[in-house]
Each structure stands twice: as C-alpha cells, then as structure tokens.
C-alpha cells in the first residue's frame, strides 16, 4: 500500500494511504477523543466526539494540479463546518486541526459532550464503569464545566435490564454509540442486539433467545464507553482503582488468550485477595483484544472451597492429614520401588515446566509418561504444525484454512472468531464435519461426512478435485483437526491423514502454513513437545504399576478407570482439589492453581507465553514443578525445584522445537496496532495493554528443514451398531460439566444438564421425545439423560456430550431407551 504525507496540528506524518485521520492522528502521538470509534471496527459516525477541521489542497480542475500560493506551497482549502477524523481517510497534502489547534474543534467537540450529557444520568459514584470510563475522561477533559439544558429534561429509562444472565443493560447510560451493536454482527458474526425505537428513547434490545446469545458478549462490557453495559459477575462487585492487575493466560481451551487477572483484598471474602474479573489483554498474534464468555466467566474453580491445603495419606483406607515430609518421603520410596513399573500420567492442565519435570522423573526412573486425553496426533504437530511467524490474523486472499472434525465455536471460540475473519479477508475455508457447525456460512465449501470416515475424507482432498485445488494452490494453508465423533485412535488417525496432506501438498514447514490441533486442554500442546506419549490401552497399562497422576481425573470421568486405579500398586495424587482420583490415592499432594504461581503454557499455535501469580498460594499447596523435583530427589535424582525460570530454560536447552527461547524472552513486547491501554481508554476499550510478554513461537521438524517421518492414517473400523441402537459419538461443548468451569454459578443456564443428542427422525424410531429423559446405555453401563433433537444430526447417530459424566470416550454402540416405557 502506498503512503500518503499529511500535517496533523502542524506535525508531518506519513501514513498508508486509506488510514483514517483519527489513527494516523493516534499514530503521530495526537488523541482525538473518539465514542462510537474503534479501531478494530468500521467507522459509524454516530457520535461526533471526533469534531477536527480538515483542510485539502486546491486543485486546478484545468490542469489537475495543486493550486499554489504566493510561496509556493499548496493552496488549502478547509470544509466551511467540522469534520468527523473517525469517517475521513487520509490524503496527500491534507491538513489537519485538532482540538490542540483548533479553537473551533475545541468548540464543537465541548458542544458534543454536553449534548449527550442532556441525556445521561452523571450516576458515576455508583457506576460500575465509574474510573475507567470514557464519558467521564472526555467529559474531565474536553466538556463543559456548565450545561445550557434543563435537568428536568433528561430521560429516565430502565436501569437494571438483564439482556441475558451474564450481560446487564442500563438504558439511561447508553450513549447509543452503536459499539456494542457492530461488534457483535461485524466481529462476532452474531447479530443479537440491536437498536431499537428512535431519538433519544433509542435502546439496545436482544432478540435471541435465550437473550444475547453469544460466547462473546462480555467483549461488549470492555468497549461500552460508559457503564451501560455491565457484567452479572462484576457488577456493583468493586471500584476500578480497588483493583491490582495480575497479566495470565486463559486456560480454558488451547488458544491461549492473553488475559488480565484484576484482584482485590475484601472483607466479604474473609479479607483474603480474590479474583474480581478477568479482562482481555492486547495479543495481537493470539487474541487481539478479545476474550470468550467462558474464559471471563468460568475462572472461579481456583477458589472453590474444596481445594486442598495440606498433603494427605491413606490411613486404613481414609486419608488423613500428613507433613509434607512423610507424604514426599513416601511418594518417594514407592515410585522408586516400583522402578520401571512406575506410569506418570498428567494432563494438559499443567505447565510446561510441570511437564518437563515429570517426564524427566519418569525417564530417569524408566517408566512411562504417558498423557491423559482422548486425542491424538501431538507429536505430528511437532513435526508439521504451525510455528515462528505463524498468525492467523495474516491469512487472507489466496490462503486456505481446512477445519476438520471440529466445531470450533464450542472448543475454541477465538479461533472461530480469526478463522471467519481470514475468510472476511478473502481466504478459502473448507469445512469438514459430520454434523453443520456455526462456522459453515463462512466455508467456501462444506464437506459432509459420516463418522468414522475423516481419513478417506482428507484423504480425497489429495486427489484432483475443485476442493482439493482450493487447498493445494494455496499460498499458505492450515488445517484446524479436532477430535469430533473421535477417541484417541480416531484423532491420531486424522492428525496423520492432515499432516501427510500439509506435506504432499508442500505446505509443511511454509511460515504461515501447518497444523493445529484443537486440543481439550489449555496446554496439551506443551505435554505432546515435552515428548508424553498417549496408550492405546490405558486400563491395561496401569494394571499393577505406581501410578503417579498429575493435574487429571481419570477416576472421575470413567468408571473403569476408577477401577484401574484402584487397583494400582501404588497411587499418588498431585492435583489442586480432592478429586474422585485423589479419593482413591495413597497419598495425595496439594498443588497450586494456576492463579497463585507463575509458569508458561504453550498454546495450539505453539506459542509459549507466560502467566504470572495473582492470588497468594493457599494453604501449604506447592509448584506442581517443585513437588515432582522433590519427589525425584527422594527416588535419588536431581530436577530443578526453585524457579519456573531455570526450569524453562533447561526444557528449552533440551526440546528442540524450544530452542533459542528463554523465559526473559517471552517477557517481551513490542508496540502493536492498534494502541490500546495508556490510559486512554476511550480509544481501544478496557482492554490492558499488553506489558508482560507476547510470547514466543516454537520451531517444527518441517520449519528447520530436518528430515521426519509420518506415519500412516489408520482407516477407522467401521462400528455397525445393531438394530435398536445408535452410534454414540463424544462431542465437545463449550461449557460442561468440568472441574473447572461448574464452579461458575453464573455458567449454571448455559452448562445445563447432560443431554443425548438425536435426529428427530432417530428419536421417533426409538420412541424417544425432545425433552424427555431416556436411559443411554454402553460399554455396560447406563445414565439418565435428556433428549435433544437436531436435525443437523446423521439418522442413526447420537451426539453424546464431554465432560457430563457420561464416559463415551470414542465411538460406542449404545441404546436408548425412553423411561416412559420402562416405567409403564
Ligand atoms: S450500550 Fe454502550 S456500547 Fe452499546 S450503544 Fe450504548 S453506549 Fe454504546
Ligand atoms: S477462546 Fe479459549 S483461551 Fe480464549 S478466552 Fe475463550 S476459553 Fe479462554
Ligand atoms: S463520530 Fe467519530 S468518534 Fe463518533
């Protein structure tokens, strides 16, 4: 794009040509105050904050040619009345005033605040966004110190209107700037509010039902100027300057969103420090500005009454309170007894350097690290995936994006978010999924597929056909796989098929090109780099050993995996709260959550970034890291056991994909656009500024030119459920029943209970109805659940939830059986 040079308040600035004035102003270091502008929005002019004169050269129409003064310089020509910054784009030779210049700007933006103070109720001392608000800034700084209208006159609307139960609407605030309105259907692509009546009783109204249906709406509550908009879980729950800022990252699902842990010591919580809200916090590469529902909502399970404070040890089979030297003591000596019978089996929950430690412990004693998920496929990411210089933000025309097996909505909804926004930049998506998704209407093409033929699906797209073409001439190309209708094997397979098509397609390795894997957990992609390995049979595997399970329930999501462990010859459990698993150990050791230390978590763009402690450790909990290195030294091995710090960068020196990271690195900034934070909130929202790190990507076997092998895709076995029953297939819903996100009251609707889901036609043939609860039996045992019916759904398949208690782990033949008939 070609630059353009203008004079913003007597200072040249040269800026890409088609820059709207206000941001070329923002780029030269000028503010113009801005309501209903944002900058990662298109611009409405609703509000006239941005009030500028704008001057452009004369031009001869005879010749064309700038008309020249008496010195010689371009003659300028200003617009008679004043002129919006945040609808004009700049031009050469363009002039501009601000209010800093401009004596009439200065005017006409004074005229502006007061205007829409006729309407606005000035409640800032009981106003949520009271501190951090932009009416209130701008009224300080450029307003009138007096009105000329009556007070008689302001409007009195509703002020406490629930638009859904997360997101709460005070009809007097709004300054109807529209921000709101154009996030949800430009950014989010899921226009379910709107304005509705007209002049000064225009409000926002939800017409979704249930109201503002949207995994993006807190975003909402960060971009409203003024306090119109106000989160459930935050509202009236402290004062903006009350809180402290801890920088963290979302660990909720794999995209690693940059957040910002806002807490504060209070009298209501027993005068301990808590967690008030979670805030987005700018990471360009990852996030940008935005946050999902669940990662603001669902971060109460860090300080959930039943953590654990101290270690325990069984004790004629109860546990008991024990010193953190006997529980060690006796980790200890057991794991080390049982020498190469030792499994350390850990989750993705867990930091990079938690990892670290307990694979090095488990080499080191000759065991196994094995790790606990239902999808496979992690170490082709390793050797195919995404890596330095990968941006999903940076695809566009000519690049293709496949997702298969995935509904990105419910498992990663930021990467739904940029993924349609590639799309939006002209890329080509290829969606490939049994069942419709949200993220069809985006898909140049839609491939539909019946479970358990995602190999010979991807497979297709090797062979000359319009999709295939769509994807092979690519300028750059990315596959999202995810583990929909799949268990273990299933997903390894599909991970295999993806990542022989990256490479037969010449994509593997390219910079912006590779493979990502939609994984369950936060930082699953961490465990598969530090080199944990999955088992095809993880109850035989476990038969007999000592069993050292970190950051994971098995117990609680499976029942045969209870038994397992029950029958383990030693069970050690380090984990956060006393969980069905830690109920069945022989000892059990208190870990700190995430919240209370600090670490580093690589994220399914194989990204490592940093999250620092916000709250203080509670009870005598301690580093997952540092109770392994304490266990290992017990077993006579030395692990690093004081600092995160020294851990990383002895992964780093170890991991080849770390290599040339160290953790002061992922510490570093550098200026990203648009600004946002400085404390001029009016511009880019309540979004923090980004000062503790944007982290950094890692290398893949492909991107350093290594030679690798891939292995080859196992066709699934086809599973032909006999007559009566249905295919029973695991899907992922964004909020569930887990651990982490029940604590959530405020989640409580949309968590909902267990549910099967069926095709209307499915349903009548077993005598099911919607709504009605129904037995679900497989693999020998049976829940009660409710029956949705969805026409997206294939005939003769049932959609069975994750994380509700019920353990279809991979597809299983199941029946169903409506209650009605078994009572009556
Ligand atoms: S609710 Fe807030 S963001 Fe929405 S139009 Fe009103 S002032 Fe603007
Ligand atoms: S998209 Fe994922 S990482 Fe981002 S806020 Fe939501 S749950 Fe957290
Ligand atoms: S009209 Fe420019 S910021 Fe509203």
Redesign the pocket.
Known sequence: MTDVTLTIDNKQVTVPAGMLVVDAAKRAGIDIPVFCYHPKMEPAGMCRMCLVEIGRPMMDRATGKPVLDEKGDPKIQFMPKLETACTNPVSDGMVVKTQLTSERAKAGQKETVEFLLTSHPLDCPVCDKGGECSLQNLTMEHGPGKSRFLFDEKQRLAKRVPLGELIWLDRERCIQCGRCVRFQSDIAGEPVIEFDERGRTTQIVTFSDPGFDSVFSGNTTDICPVGALTTADFRFGARPWELDASAS?????????N?TFNTRREAKSDGKIVIKRVMPRQNEGV?EIW??????FAYHYAESEDRLTRPLIAKEGKLAKASWKSALDLASEKLAAAKKNLVVLASGRLSNEDLFNLKSLADLAGGKAILYTDMGGGELTARVGVGQGFDLGKLGKGDAILVVASDLYEE????WMRVKQATERGATLIVANPRATKLDKHAAFVIRYAYGDEVTTIEDLNDKNKIADAFRKAGNAVILFGSEGLGLAGSSSVAAAAADLLKESGFAGKPNSGLIGVWPR?NDQGAWEMGFETSDDLIEELKGKAIYVAGADPAGDDPALAKALKAAKFLVVQDISLTATAGLADVVLPAQAYTEREGTFTSGERRAQRFYPAVPVTGEARHDFAITSQIARGMGYILEGTSPSIVFDFLAATVKSFDGLDYAKLAEVTEQWPIVGRGDLYYGGTTYENTQGLGAQLTSAAGRGETYKLPAAKKAKSLRPKEGEVLAVPVTK?YDQGATVVPAELLSERIGEATVTLNPATARELGAEAGELVKLAFNGTQAEVRVRTDEAVSTGVALVPRSFGLAVREPVAASVKSTKKARG
């Open positions: 990252i979302c660990a909720q699902c794999p995209v690693g969103c957040i996030n946050i999902c529902d669940k990662g603001r990663a909804p930021i990467w936060a964004l």
